[in-house]
């Protein structure tokens, strides 16, 4: 049903990966800060615009939603929108970290039916549509089947880890992983790398609406901490409940240690 926006989806999000790795080895990435914390460079706004022109020209009916692109209220009034990240993970992408990632959704009715997570330097692309399944460079993945959290193996935010959001939890998984990119993480949970991803800092609609579909497509699940499902496209975009990516059984379990 969403097969033409799928591919058109991957094929944006390869092209996108280019543009970054372009930049990727300019010592100058012209950077500049929107708040203290929050880093943009040249290539996000360079595979920004590279996304919103070739998806705008392929679908040119549809809303568009983009952390670099200013946002208006039109696309509330759509049925269908875009919600892209082109660059997520940007002070990894700065140190020159292969933990960043372009994320690719469209929203059909507040839920995602496509999603597209590509990491340009591992060349991993995670892909699903809606009621399709979820894959990884060609490969039908699947959620972790694990059923205790002691045996399962958790991944987190760099900067949630370096700040020790997550100390008091480190006896409760079999591991507690950092990298970055939270796009990226929801990738890996949904191709069982690892068996949950958490996040307990808020999160934009285009940080996670990729990852949402394509864990769900894998059989996961993918809300906030009281249970409930994210609806997209919202004017509000900031999601501030922490959200776990994870099998059911495990949901319940981290929901419940966390609360």
Not at 65 to 76: A, G
Not at 100 to 113: G, K
Not at 174 to 180: N, R, T, V
């Amino acid at each position: 049903m969403f097969n033409e926006e799928l591919i058109a989806a991957k094929v944006a999000a390869r092209n996108a990966g280019k543009i970054l790795i372009k930049h990727l080895n300019v010592d100058d990435k012209n950077i500049e800060y929107k708040s203290e914390d929050s880093p943009v460079t040249i290539a996000d706004h360079e595979a920004d615009k590279y996304l919103s022109d070739f998806i705008g020209g392929e679908f040119p009916h549809d809303g568009w939603l983009s952390e670099e692109t200013v946002d208006t209220e039109e696309r509330l009034e759509k049925k269908r929108t875009w919600i892209v990240d082109p660059l997520d993970g940007t002070k990894e992408y700065i140190k020159k970290l292969p933990e960043f990632s372009i994320s690719i959704a469209l929203v059909q009715n507040n839920i995602p039916v496509v999603g597209v997570i590509y990491n340009p330097i591992s060349e991993e692309m995670f892909y699903a549509e809606r009621n399709k399944g979820a894959f990884l460079n060609g490969m039908k993945i699947k959620i972790s089947d694990k059923q205790d959290i002691k045996n399962a193996s958790l991944i987190v935010s760099r900067s949630e880890y370096g700040n020790n959001l997550w100390n008091n939890y480190k006896s409760s998984f079999s591991s507690i992983k950092s990298i970055g990119s939270i796009a990226y993480k929801l990738g890996l949970a949904a191709a069982n790398v690892y068996d949950i991803t958490a996040t307990v800092a808020p999160k934009n609609e285009w940080d996670i609406c990729a990852g949402d579909c394509i864990v769900r497509e894998a059989g996961g699940t993918m809300k906030t901490i009281n249970g409930e499902n994210i609806n997209y496209n919202q004017k509000k975009t900031l999601v501030t409940d922490p959200i776990i990516a994870t099998n059911f059984k495990l949901f319940d379990m981290v929901s419940d240690l966390l609360y």
